[in-house]
């Protein structure tokens, strides 16, 4: 059974930074497309942040852009997120997901291996 397991979630105030980490274990990330997608309360799931395993090229939704960078190293079966400049609209629970569709989407559908979400609380 495929497992990803989030972690680096918290509490920071605006402006600040924080980095989340996805590993996977059970199969070898190189393999699969990785995004990154978040859900505040009463709103639906959303895509942030997705790096494909065919050429590494990265896609993102335009709340996020030039703050978030999402990247992967194959080696470690760890995917990231660095989130930078946060404001309280970031503050959502995070869940990172793996697709094997070699160019990655910000689609929820395409992707088949979720993990438990890490909760992101931007606040003064």
């Known amino acids: 059974q495929v497992q990803l397991v989030e972690s680096g979630g918290g509490l920071v105030q605006p402006g600040g930074s924080l980095r989340l980490s996805c590993a996977v274990s059970?199969?070898?990330?190189?393999?699969?497309?990785i995004g990154w997608f978040r859900q505040a309360p009463g709103k639906e799931r959303e895509g942030v942040a997705g790096?494909?395993?065919?050429?590494?090229?990265?896609y993102y939704a335009d709340s996020v852009k030039g703050r978030f960078t999402i990247s992967r190293d194959n080696a470690k079966n760890t995917g990231y997120l660095q989130m930078n400049n946060l404001n309280s609209e970031d503050t959502a629970v995070y869940y990172c997901?793996?697709?094997?569709?070699?160019?990655?989407?910000?689609?929820?559908?395409?992707?088949?291996?979720w993990g438990q979400g890490t909760q992101v609380t931007v606040s003064s």
């Open positions: 790096i494909s395993s065919q050429d590494g090229s990265t």
């Open positions: 059970k199969f070898p990330l190189e393999y699969y497309s």
């Open positions: 997901a793996a697709s094997d569709w070699a160019i990655a989407t910000l689609s929820r559908s395409s992707y088949a291996y």
